[in-house]
């Protein structure tokens, strides 16, 4: 039977009363919504969660799990003599 007042059968629909999110046991430190089952996820080291896809990109995936993009600088060949 659906719902009279969203219409959706056997679940509602975000905006309807009866709406009950699932309790999650994690939430994204991206978008603030639970991780629900079947989600794909990603943890840090800093214990935090995102949904795999809340990354913006590679760069923001590496730095988010404590990862430095570095660039490197110019090789000099004269550090011997800076002793
Ligand atoms: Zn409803
Ligand atoms: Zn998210």
Redesign the pocket.
């Known amino acids: 039977m659906a719902c009279e007042i969203c219409g959706r059968e056997g679940s509602h629909a975000f905006m309807c009363p009866y709406y009950s999110p699932r309790k999650t046991e994690h939430y994204?430190s991206?978008?603030g919504?639970g991780i629900q089952e079947g989600e794909e996820y990603i943890e840090n080291d800093a214990g935090e969660f995102?949904?795999y896809?809340?990354f913006y990109g590679m760069r923001d995936l590496l730095e988010w799990l404590g990862y430095k993009v570095k660039t490197a600088e110019e090789i000099s060949d004269t550090y011997e003599m800076d002793y």
């Open positions: 994204c991206s978008c919504e995102r949904h896809d809340c």
